[in-house]
């Protein structure tokens, strides 16, 4: 029984215990393992945010995120009904956490976008008295296709969908197929000013998509993002200008 060795004249399988060795045994049960061996435990799960770095707080460039406890916000409907979910208001038991991406740790990846769910575990170290660490395990799936919302947002300096002698050079933001504005609002923002990777015709003018119309995109080795086609259009009289 984990935490035996700490109960005064416990002996398993007793009939009777004094009050104080219950106590005893209640207490043991309750402290995290740790101090003087392998003896870390889990500790209760919980769901999170990634969000930005807190106060004054680094941004992680490695493995390691930002992530405050989120919370059902439906005010309406049944168990069947699809939860809305935000963070919990910013107060000192829900604060954020350093949490460690365990399907990045070996790589030192760092590929969530902020407003992404994940499933914090809450960890206890060897030290004594163990302190807490959180962890989550959130893989990305290198090479795969997947559908994204596209908007158009730049480029800054001479636009153009292209015409007669020069090529398109729109860019766009992407983000998951619940997000409701190019910013990610409702959804995750997978990233910004992307050209797509899928070849544009030299020349010609396209009908770019724009308001959160299909593309898609997928993530490298290294979890960076890239849209490969934005669902652009060639207009049969490219030649206009």
Same mark, same amino acid.
């Given at each position: ?7 005064? #004249?416990? #002996?398993?399988?007793?009939? @009777? ?90 790589? @030192? ?9 994940v499933l914090v575990t809450t960890l206890y170290d060897e030290q004594g008295p163990p302190v807490? #660490? ?41 983000? @998951? ?45 290294? @979890? ?10 060639? #207009?049969?009289?490219?030649?206009d200008s």
């Amino acid at each position: 029984m984990a935490g035996a060795s700490h109960i005064p #004249r416990f #002996r398993p399988g007793a009939m @009777s215990l004094k009050a104080d060795h219950l106590n005893a045994i209640l207490d043991a049960i309750k402290t995290p393992g740790g101090g003087d061996g392998p003896g870390s435990v889990i500790g209760e799960s919980w769901w999170g945010i990634v969000v930005v770095a807190p106060g004054e707080a680094e941004e992680y460039t490695d493995a390691r995120y930002w992530v405050q406890p989120m919370h059902c916000t439906n005010t309406t409907g049944d168990e069947t009904s699809q939860p809305t979910i935000d963070v919990i208001d910013d107060t000192p038991i829900y604060d954020a956490v350093t949490a460690s991406n365990l399907a990045e740790v070996a790589a @030192s990846t760092h590929s969530l976008p902020v407003g992404f769910p994940v499933l914090v575990t809450t960890l206890y170290d060897e030290q004594g008295p163990p302190v807490a #660490r959180y962890a989550f395990c959130e893989a990305v799936a290198v090479g795969k296709m997947f559908a994204v919302l596209v908007w158009l947002d730049g480029p800054a300096v001479a636009p153009t969908d292209g015409n007669a002698s020069d090529t398109c050079n729109r860019t766009y933001a992407a983000c @998951s197929l619940s997000a409701t504005a190019a910013d990610g609002t409702g959804g995750v923002l997978y990233g910004e000013d992307l050209t797509p990777e899928r070849r544009r015709p030299i020349p010609g003018k396209l009908i770019c998509s724009d308001g959160g119309e299909p593309g898609v995109g997928y993530y490298d080795e290294s @979890s960076v993002f890239h849209l490969w086609d934005a669902n652009e259009q060639f #207009r049969m009289w490219g030649c206009d200008s």
